[in-house]
Protein backbone atom coordinates (compact mmCIF):
# COMPACT_ATOMS: atom_id res chain seq x y z
CA UNK A 1 0.00 0.00 0.00
CA UNK A 2 1.63 2.86 -0.67
CA UNK A 3 1.82 6.38 1.71
CA UNK A 4 -1.21 8.31 1.83
CA UNK A 5 -0.24 12.05 -0.32
CA UNK A 6 -2.17 15.38 -0.23
CA UNK A 7 -4.74 16.45 -2.96
CA UNK A 8 -6.31 20.22 -3.21
CA UNK A 9 -9.43 21.17 -4.35
CA UNK A 10 -10.63 25.26 -5.06
CA UNK A 11 -13.75 25.83 -5.09
CA UNK A 12 -15.84 29.54 -4.47
CA UNK A 13 -16.21 30.62 -1.10
CA UNK A 14 -19.86 30.94 -2.09
CA UNK A 15 -19.88 27.80 -1.72
CA UNK A 16 -18.57 27.08 1.54
CA UNK A 17 -21.68 26.70 3.26
CA UNK A 18 -22.55 23.61 1.23
CA UNK A 19 -19.23 22.25 1.86
CA UNK A 20 -19.03 22.62 5.32
CA UNK A 21 -22.71 20.91 5.42
CA UNK A 22 -21.97 18.22 3.35
CA UNK A 23 -18.87 17.91 2.01
CA UNK A 24 -17.83 18.32 -1.69
CA UNK A 25 -20.11 16.17 -3.80
CA UNK A 26 -19.74 14.76 -7.08
CA UNK A 27 -22.91 16.66 -9.21
CA UNK A 28 -22.53 19.44 -8.21
CA UNK A 29 -23.15 22.59 -10.69
CA UNK A 30 -19.67 23.18 -12.39
CA UNK A 31 -17.83 26.29 -11.71
CA UNK A 32 -19.66 28.23 -15.33
CA UNK A 33 -22.77 26.50 -14.14
CA UNK A 34 -23.42 24.64 -17.33
CA UNK A 35 -22.78 21.13 -16.37
CA UNK A 36 -22.75 18.60 -13.41
CA UNK A 37 -19.76 16.58 -13.60
CA UNK A 38 -19.68 12.89 -11.71
CA UNK A 39 -16.40 13.89 -9.81
CA UNK A 40 -14.79 16.16 -7.42
CA UNK A 41 -11.45 16.87 -9.05
CA UNK A 42 -8.31 16.98 -7.23
CA UNK A 43 -4.18 18.35 -7.93
CA UNK A 44 -1.47 17.23 -6.05
CA UNK A 45 -0.31 20.65 -5.91
CA UNK A 46 -2.59 23.57 -4.92
CA UNK A 47 -1.24 25.65 -7.80
CA UNK A 48 -1.79 23.23 -10.33
CA UNK A 49 -5.52 23.16 -8.93
CA UNK A 50 -6.08 26.75 -8.65
CA UNK A 51 -4.49 27.00 -13.10
CA UNK A 52 -7.39 24.65 -13.82
CA UNK A 53 -10.04 26.20 -11.61
CA UNK A 54 -10.31 30.20 -10.94
CA UNK A 55 -7.58 31.05 -14.24
CA UNK A 56 -10.20 28.96 -16.32
CA UNK A 57 -12.15 31.22 -16.65
CA UNK A 58 -13.28 34.82 -15.79
CA UNK A 59 -14.68 34.42 -11.96
CA UNK A 60 -13.10 37.01 -10.07
CA UNK A 61 -14.13 37.22 -6.59
CA UNK A 62 -12.75 34.95 -3.44
CA UNK A 63 -11.63 31.03 -3.50
CA UNK A 64 -11.41 28.75 -0.74
CA UNK A 65 -8.68 25.52 -1.29
CA UNK A 66 -9.63 22.30 0.38
CA UNK A 67 -7.35 19.30 1.61
CA UNK A 68 -7.87 16.07 1.84
CA UNK A 69 -6.01 12.94 2.35
CA UNK A 70 -5.73 10.25 -0.29
CA UNK A 71 -5.88 7.71 2.08
CA UNK A 72 -9.22 9.05 3.46
CA UNK A 73 -11.00 8.29 -0.35
CA UNK A 74 -12.56 5.01 -1.00
CA UNK A 75 -11.04 5.47 -4.37
CA UNK A 76 -10.20 7.74 -7.14
CA UNK A 77 -9.14 7.64 -10.65
CA UNK A 78 -5.65 9.11 -11.61
CA UNK A 79 -5.41 10.98 -14.94
CA UNK A 80 -1.46 12.22 -16.46
CA UNK A 81 -2.67 15.20 -18.02
CA UNK A 82 0.95 15.76 -20.42
CA UNK A 83 3.30 16.76 -17.18
CA UNK A 84 0.32 17.32 -14.71
CA UNK A 85 -2.23 14.79 -12.77
CA UNK A 86 -5.63 15.08 -12.06
CA UNK A 87 -7.98 13.06 -9.49
CA UNK A 88 -11.27 12.19 -9.51
CA UNK A 89 -13.10 11.42 -6.92
CA UNK A 90 -16.57 9.90 -7.98
CA UNK A 91 -18.43 9.69 -4.60
CA UNK A 92 -18.72 12.32 -1.69
CA UNK A 93 -16.15 13.23 0.50
CA UNK A 94 -17.90 13.89 3.99
CA UNK A 95 -16.89 16.89 6.00
CA UNK A 96 -14.69 15.29 8.52
CA UNK A 97 -12.62 14.31 5.98
CA UNK A 98 -11.35 17.24 3.79
CA UNK A 99 -9.97 20.68 5.91
CA UNK A 100 -10.46 24.28 4.70
CA UNK A 101 -6.68 25.86 4.08
CA UNK A 102 -7.18 29.19 3.31
CA UNK A 103 -8.90 31.75 1.19
CA UNK A 104 -7.72 33.64 -1.93
CA UNK A 105 -8.99 36.42 -3.86
CA UNK A 106 -8.39 36.55 -7.69
CA UNK A 107 -8.18 39.79 -9.33
CA UNK A 108 -6.64 40.10 -13.06
CA UNK A 109 -4.27 42.68 -13.29
CA UNK A 110 -5.37 45.10 -15.75
CA UNK A 111 -4.05 45.45 -19.32
CA UNK A 112 -2.21 47.74 -20.96
CA UNK A 113 -4.86 48.67 -22.88
CA UNK A 114 -7.18 48.62 -19.88
CA UNK A 115 -4.83 51.44 -17.63
CA UNK A 116 -4.79 53.83 -20.28
Known sequence: MSAPFLLYHWSPVARRKS?????????????????????????????????????????????????VWSNRLKGYEKLQLGS?????????IPKRDIWHVGTREYKPKKSTRERL
Not at 84 to 92: G, K, L, T
Open 84 to 92: NREYRVYHR
Open 19 to 67: ILRKGLCPGSRSRCGQWHPPYVCFSPWPSMAWGVSALMGEDYGQWDLWM
